[in-house]
Each structure stands twice: as structure tokens, then as C-alpha cells.
């Protein structure tokens, strides 16, 4: 592998994260201590990370209802995502947008979106104005296979091509829309076929290999700074979990979720790691043990935050009604 060391690690570190910090939520939600609902992105980090560590900084991020890989994938701080979805004041959004809308502007990430197919229109006006700002920045768009059967998805890049916008539109395909597999939901089997219609490069890349994510994803970001206009990457992958924590998930195999569990992202990184001499077993457990020290303390900081006041549920909204006295 001819990526510098320190991308590796990141890779490796964030993928971890995502992992334990999903797992650790699924567990305070089946014991009720969470609000709300969960979707976790457990066996579909290769995806995300491998996006983001192709990205700069100062470049953008849309998100989806099955977001937090996302945020972490970005840079996102486990504390303030976990008292997020605890509903407290120091949590991305004071509490009060929780496990589907999380938002760091700081670290790009435009938001997570409980509207299926919403964060595309997003994505795209976030790219015209990077065009106008000419700003270089470029924005990557997650949403899934069931999202791409949305009419936000066709519009969105029809106006992307057309006016050559900076964004790279990442199709999730995790074989499932909730509980319906892809073959019931769409007449193709590649979502990245859609791109022809749209004239710009559509690319089909294995979700489960975090390499590969990543040099699909260069290529596309070089594109779209340039000013060549967007690319559609579909990274095929897998969820391990159900479509939300309880999810009985009586409508797949599980004979099919343990074939894709044997190419569980993870582990297999580590072999790639290993086998190229990149790092030791040693190093790998030493950044699994600092990762779940990570999580045990993002626990303990949103278990020890306050939830927001009465009046912040006023704050943060599109209305003048307060101001004029018609709420009090
Ligand atoms: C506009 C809209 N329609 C329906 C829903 C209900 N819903 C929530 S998740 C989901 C499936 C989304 O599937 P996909 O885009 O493949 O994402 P995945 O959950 O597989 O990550 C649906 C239909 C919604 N939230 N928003
Ligand atoms: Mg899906």
C-alpha cells in the first residue's frame, strides 16, 4: 500500500471508534437510558472513513438518519455526539436534535437528516456555494440505496452536472431500505449506472474495503476541485445491525448477514496492516484500548451533563411568535 502510515492509522482509529461508540449506544438504548431511535453504522465504516480521510478539513459533509459514522468519520467528538443522543445541553445541538441531527460546522458536517433523500438538495446548494464562494472546497453527499429512488436524488444531480457542481454523491448501498432488499425497491443492480443519465462518472466500489473507498473517493475529490463537476461513487456494503436498534430483522437471512459478516471491515484492515508490515498486533490493541477508553468517558461526560433548561426549547427556531408575545 503506498499510503503514508498516518492516513492508515486514522483510517484504522476512526473505524474503531465508529464501531465501539455504536456499540456502546446500541447497549445504554436497549436498556432505555437513550430517547429517541438509533440506526447504527456497524459493518459500513470502511465507507464513511474511507470518504472522509480523503477529504480535507475545511471540506463538507452531508448526512443521513443512520449518521453518527459520519460525524466520527469527520473528525466528530464522541462527547458531545453521546450527549447528544443522551438529549443534554453540552451535546451537538444542546439536546435537542439527538442521534438523527447532528451538526459540527466546525468540522463540516452540514448535519445529519431523519428526511430520507434530504440531505441531497443540501449537498447540492452547499456546492453551488462553494462554485460562487470559489471557495475550492468540496462537499461529499452520503444518502442510501432506498435514497437514491427519491426524486431529490435525480434532481439534485441532474443541477449538480449541469452546472459542474463540486460534490461527490456517495451512495450507501447496504442492500436494504429498512426492510426491504434492493432487488424489491429498484430494477438495477448498480446504483452507479444512474450517473450515465446524468453524464458524469459513476463508479461501483466494494464499501467493505476502506482502501478502496478511499481511492475512488481521491479520484473524485481531484475531479470535482478542478471544476469538472461531480462524480457518483456506490460503495456496496452491509449493515450488521438491524435497520434500528429491536429490530427483529425477520425479513433477512441470517445465514446472509454472516456471509457479509466474514468480511467484516475491520478485521480485515488489520490483515492488510499486518500482512504489509505497517504496524504490530501490539499497536492494534493499544488503539482499540484508548479508543473504549474514549467511549467509558464520553459516557461519563454526557451522564454528568444537565439536560437544557425549559426555555431553551424557545431558542434555535424559525419563529417570531416569542418575540411577540403569542407564546409565553
Ligand atoms: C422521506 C422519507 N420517507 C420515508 C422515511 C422512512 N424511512 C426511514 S429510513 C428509511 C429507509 C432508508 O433506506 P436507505 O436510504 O437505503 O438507508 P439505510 O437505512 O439503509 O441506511 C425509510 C423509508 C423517511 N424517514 N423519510
Ligand atoms: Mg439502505
Not at 56 to 74: C, E, M, N, P, W
Not at 171 to 198: L, M, V, W
Request: proline share 4%; aromatic share 8%.
Amino acid at each position: 500500500m503506498d499510503i503514508p502510515k498516518e492516513i492508515l492509522l486514522t483510517m484504522y482509529e476512526r473505524m474503531v471508534r465508529i464501531r465501539k461508540f455504536e456499540e456502546k449506544a446500541s447497549e445504554l438504548f436497549a436498556k432505555g437510558v437513550l430517547p429517541g431511535f438509533i440506526h447504527t453504522y456497524v459493518g459500513e465504516e470502511a465507507t464513511a472513513v474511507g470518504v472522509c480521510v480523503a477529504l480535507r478539513d475545511d471540506d463538507l459533509v452531508t448526512s443521513t438518519h443512520r449518521g453518527h459514522g459520519h460525524v466520527i468519520s469527520k473528525g466528530g467528538d464522541p462527547r458531545y455526539m453521546m450527549a447528544e443522543l443522551y438529549g443534554k445541553e453540552t451535546g451537538y445541538c444542546k439536546g435537542k436534535g439527538g442521534s438523527m441531527h447532528i451538526a459540527d460546522p466546525d468540522k463540516g458536517m452540514l448535519g445529519a437528516n431523519g428526511i430520507v433523500g434530504g440531505g441531497l438538495p443540501i449537498a447540492t446548494g452547499a456546492g453551488l456555494s462553494i462554485k460562487l464562494r470559489n471557495s475550492n472546497q468540496v462537499v461529499a453527499c452520503f444518502f442510501g440505496d432506498g435514497a437514491s429512488n427519491q426524486g431529490t436524488f435525480h434532481e439534485s444531480i441532474n443541477m449538480s452536472s449541469l452546472w459542474k457542481l463540486p460534490v461527490i454523491y456517495v451512495c450507501e448501498n447496504n442492500q436494504y431500505g429498512e426492510f426491504t432488499p434492493q432487488k424489491r425497491h429498484q430494477a438495477i443492480t448498480d446504483i452507479s449506472q444512474r450517473a450515465t443519465a446524468y453524464g458524469i462518472p459513476g463508479i461501483t466500489v466494494d464499501g467493505m474495503d476502506v482502501v478502496a473507498v478511499y481511492e475512488a473517493t481521491k479520484e473524485a475529490v481531484k475531479r470535482a476541485r478542478e471544476g469538472n463537476g461531480p462524480t457518483l461513487i456506490e460503495a456496496k456494503c452491509y449493515r450488521f445491525h438491524g435497520h434500528f436498534v429491536g429490530d427483529p430483522q425477520l425479513y433477512r437471512d441470517q445465514a446472509e448477514v454472516q456471509k457479509w459478516m466474514e468480511r467484516d471491515p475491520i478485521p480485515s484492515f488489520e490483515k492488510q496492516l499486518l500482512e504489509s508490515n505497517v504496524v504490530t498486533e501490539e499497536d492494534l490493541r493499544k488503539i482499540q484500548e484508548e479508543v473504549q477508553h474514549e467511549i467509558d468517558e464520553a459516557v461519563k461526560f454526557a451522564e454528568g451533563s444537565p439536560y437544557p433548561s425549559d426555555k431553551e426549547a424557545l431558542e434555535d427556531i424559525y419563529t417570531d411568535l416569542v418575540e411577540e408575545g403569542r407564546v409565553r
